[in-house]
């Protein structure tokens, strides 16, 4: 099964699988892994941090810059993935429905090339 072959669900039932093996379900409590998701954000920031456009564009091309992006883009989900699974939310459902009403929020028509954040 190749990565793109995985569903959000089966990466949850990897993540439940790796922290039952360590008996770490005790300390996978909801906000201690909102808390986590939250730090490991702030790792994936640093990324980022006093870089121009540019700069990470071309940071980018490098292997090793892509791959401490892919970590910390891992960490974060792994943590929301957890949470969810913790919580009892379908991460799919959740996504599909924010989604849903994004879409009635901010009508394509209306809201085309404009940053949410502008006053209308």
């Known amino acids: 099964m190749t990565p793109e072959d995985r569903s959000l ?3 949850m039932v990897d993540i439940r699988q790796f922290i039952e093996d ?3 379900s005790v300390f996978h409590r909801p906000t201690a892994l909102a808390i986590s998701a939250a730090i490991e954000t ?3 920031l640093e990324l980022f941090q006093w870089r121009s456009d540019a700069e990470v564009e071309k940071s980018l091309q490098s292997d090793k810059y892509r791959q401490a992006l892919s970590d ?3 960490d974060v989900l792994i ?3 957890r949470l969810a699974d913790v919580a009892g939310i379908n991460p799919t459902e959740a996504v599909l429905n924010k989604m849903e009403g994004n879409r009635a929020k901010y009508p394509a028509k209306e809201w085309r090339g404009r940053a949410p954040n502008k006053i209308r």
């Open 9 to 11: 669900n089966d990466l």
């Open 22 to 24: 360590r008996d770490w």
């Open 42 to 44: 702030g790792e994936l």
């Open 72 to 74: 910390e883009i891992a």
């Open 79 to 81: 943590y929301l993935l």
